[in-house]
T-cell receptor
Framework: GDSVTQMEGPVTLSEEAFLTINCTYT??????LFWYVQYPGEGLQLLLK?????DKGSNKGFEATYRKETTSFHLEKGSVQVSDSAVYFC????????????FGKGTLLTVNP | DSGVTQTPKHLITATGQRVTLRCSPRSGDLSVYWYQQSLDQGLQFLIQYYNGEERAKGNILERFSAQQFPDLHSELNLSSLELGDSALYFC????????????FGPGTRLTVT
């Protein structure tokens, strides 16, 4: 079945540091890939997505590239801010007749000033 | 604000009881998804409805049921509650049944005592 593996947290960085959160997946077919972010006490917000191989999703300075050869979708940001502190979830939807999102366990990011 | 609303925000109840969680999708969205977020299981897909009909089922217990009404709002019914049912329950919506972008509500936090 589908599965998503993302790096265990927590990740603690100083402001303006470079961020990478690794995500790899197992899926049948050609899934769409997503990063969602959950700020404290809130629901999940779609951060970015990519629907086919080599697509790059980007939003708010975050980027992730769909790498089919390595089944990866790593999240990166060049310079994090305190306001980026949140839990980040990698997710996939393998389409077909199953429309559910399969999530990784989440990575807690804390950015210190 | 995703446009998806969920009520109530918090719910505290005793074991053996039954509760109903409510979700209103974004305007124009026909598909509703329910997810459970717990510390041990992470984010798990429960069930999906599209325009009033059940479309996909995930790890939903037999004690749980859902429905989507003609006005497209959805309710998740949880019965014979156990301590292990304590979790955050999220509703998400999308335009179509086969639409990869899902928008999440703020969640209902259920505590079973």
């Amino acid at each position: 079945g589908d599965s998503v593996t993302q790096m265990e947290g927590p990740v603690t960085l100083s402001e303006e540091a470079f961020l990478t959160i690794n995500c790899t997946y197992t899926a049948t077919g050609y899934p769409s890939l997503f990063w969602y972010v959950q700020y404290p006490g809130e629901g999940l917000q779609l951060l970015l997505k990519a629907t086919k191989a080599d697509d790059k999703g980007s939003n708010k300075g975050f980027e992730a590239t769909y790498r089919k050869e390595t089944t990866s979708f790593h999240l990166e940001k060049g310079s994090v801010q305190v306001s980026d502190s949140a839990v980040y979830f990698c997710a996939l939807n393998s389409g077909g007749s199953n429309y559910k999102l399969t999530f990784g366990k989440g990575t807690l990011l804390t950015v210190n000033p | 604000d995703s446009g998806v609303t969920q009520t109530p925000k918090h719910l505290i109840t005793a074991t053996g009881q039954r509760v109903t969680l409510r979700c209103s999708p974004r305007s124009g969205d026909l598909s509703v998804y329910w997810y459970q977020q717990s510390l041990d299981q992470g984010l798990q897909f429960l069930i999906q409805y599209y325009n009033g009909e059940e479309r996909a089922k995930g790890n939903i217990l037999e004690r749980f049921s859902a429905q989507q009404f003609p006005d497209l709002h959805s309710e998740l019914n949880l019965s014979s509650l156990e301590l292990g049912d304590s979790a955050l329950y999220f509703c998400a919506s999308s335009v179509a049944a086969k639409n990869y972008e899902q928008y999440f509500g703020p969640g209902t936090r259920l505590t079973v005592t």
